[in-house]
């Protein structure tokens, strides 16, 4: 069974760092893109940044602060990080990790991140 996982939320104060990371288990398909979007409570779930054939795409929210990357080739299709820079207490949510396998969408189950001092 196709699992997502993410990992690395967790309590900051403003203005520091978090790095976030997705992994798919269970899968002999790479993704073909995979994302990171965020619901904060009493709003809708919203697009955060991605990553499709290796090129990036932020949200202007986030431009600038956030970086998506992967540790290493091998990676590709299987695991995706989010490094979150200069938090904010509006960055607070749960980020969920969305995955595009041979046109399936399958998401993570989330992390919670809270920024608060």
């Known amino acids: 069974q196709v699992q997502v996982v993410e990992s690395g939320g967790g309590l900051v104060q403003p203005g520091g760092s978090l790095r976030l990371s997705c992994a798919i288990s269970g899968s002999i398909w790479s993704a073909n893109a995979m994302s990171w979007y965020r619901q904060a409570p009493g709003k809708e779930r919203e697009f955060v940044g991605g990553?499709?054939?290796?090129?990036?795409?932020?949200?202007d929210s986030v431009k600038g602060r956030f970086t998506i990357s992967r540790d290493n080739a091998r990676d590709i299709g299987k695991k995706l990080n989010l490094q979150m820079n200069s938090l904010k207490p509006e960055d607070t949510a749960v980020y969920y990790c969305?995955?595009?396998?041979?046109?399936?969408?399958?998401w993570g189950q989330g992390t919670q991140v809270t920024v608060s001092s």
């Open positions: 969305k995955t595009l396998i041979r046109g399936v969408e399958i």
């Open positions: 990553m499709t054939g290796g090129a990036t795409k932020y949200a």
